[in-house]
Nanobody, 115 residues
Framework: QVQLVESGGGLVQAGGSLRLSCAAS????????MGWYRQAPGKQRELVAH???????YYADSVKGRFTISRDKAKNTVYLQMNSLKPEDTAVYYC?????????WGQGTQVTVSS
């Protein structure tokens, strides 16, 4: 059974940084592209960044140059380093595969950026 557990969120001032972690159980991690998604209040969930199994990356325009996605296959963990945070980055952040699978959604981790 696959389980994805996000952590690392919190409250930070604009311009600050946070590092999110997503620990994965099960066998999917090593063969799947993994992504970070976010959902702000009143908005649809959106893809923020993803990383393929070989390590190529993609970023949404809104976070390009500020966020960095990485993965540690030995630890079955994918990270999202978020720098220069803005109030509009406030959301619940989730990890999932690419494409996502509804059964893999976890609780997410709340990121709140104050102005």
């Amino acid at each position: 059974q696959v389980q994805l557990v996000e952590s690392g969120g919190g409250l930070v001032q604009a311009g600050g940084s946070l590092r999110l972690s997503c620990a994965a159980s099960g066998s999917i991690f090593s063969i799947s592209a993994m992504g970070w998604y976010r959902q702000a209040p009143g908005k649809q969930r959106e893809l923020v960044a993803h990383i393929s199994s070989p390590g190529s990356t993609y970023y949404a325009d809104s976070v390009k140059g500020r966020f960095t996605i990485s993965r540690d296959k030995a630890k079955n963990t994918v990270y999202l380093q978020m720098n220069s945070l803005k109030p509009e980055d406030t959301a619940v952040y989730y990890c999932n595969t690419i494409p996502f699978r509804p059964v893999y959604w976890g609780q997410g981790t709340q990121v709140t950026v104050s102005s």
